[in-house]
């Protein structure tokens, strides 16, 4: 009951500021203010509630890593959007889905996945301390590097593949999520 008046008690003082502002005044984004507000739902329950996250989540559950997803804990997982896997070739998805090649797809989805929990600020803050490049190791045990492309934060895998944050900061109780517009397949994986 506390966590449910705090966050009405919030959404109150910020819908007054909304509506008080004057023409100068910082306006106040409600949306931006709620993916920031820490979620009950895990990175999975999250995930089925996305309706451009079901080729991720049926990646997921074929090689029971939404098991994982659902734990409590850390964990980043830069999500390719549907139009990410769209993005692939029939015959790639044809190969990752196949079930003898489980072990393929469960690699290839680790790779998506960090055992810590990091914002975009948090990525940020990394890259600037590291001139202009992070690195962050996946569950699958490679790394991935961010660095900046413009304004946007660029994730590029060991094979050279590029994926974009599109989406940031959908916080959850065990990580966060980012939306990424490419799916990270390594040549070698098939």
Aim: charged share 20%.
């Amino acid at each position: 009951m506390k966590k449910w008046t705090s966050l009405v008690s919030l959404c109150a003082l910020f819908f007054g500021f909304s509506m008080h502002a004057q023409d100068n005044a910082i306006e106040f984004k409600f949306d931006n203010l709620i993916s920031k507000l820490p979620s009950e739902k895990s990175i999975l329950e999250r995930t089925e509630s996305f309706e451009n996250h079901s080729s991720l989540l049926n990646a997921l559950r074929a090689v029971n890593l939404d098991k994982v997803l659902n734990y409590n804990g850390e964990f980043t997982v830069f999500a390719p959007s549907n139009l990410a896997f769209e993005k692939l070739s029939k015959s790639t998805l044809d190969k990752l889905f196949d079930p003898e090649n489980k072990r393929t797809l469960k690699a290839m989805l680790s790779y998506h996945i960090i055992a810590d929990k990091l914002s975009a600020s948090s990525i940020l803050k990394a890259m600037c301390r590291g001139n202009g490049i992070a690195k962050f190791t996946t569950i699958q045990g490679d790394q991935i590097t961010a660095s900046m492309q413009g304004i946007d934060i660029v994730l590029t895998d060991k094979f050279g593949n590029h994926a974009m944050i599109t989406t940031a900061d959908s916080n959850q109780s065990n990580g966060i999520i980012h939306e990424i517009d490419t799916v990270f397949v390594p040549e070698k994986m098939l």
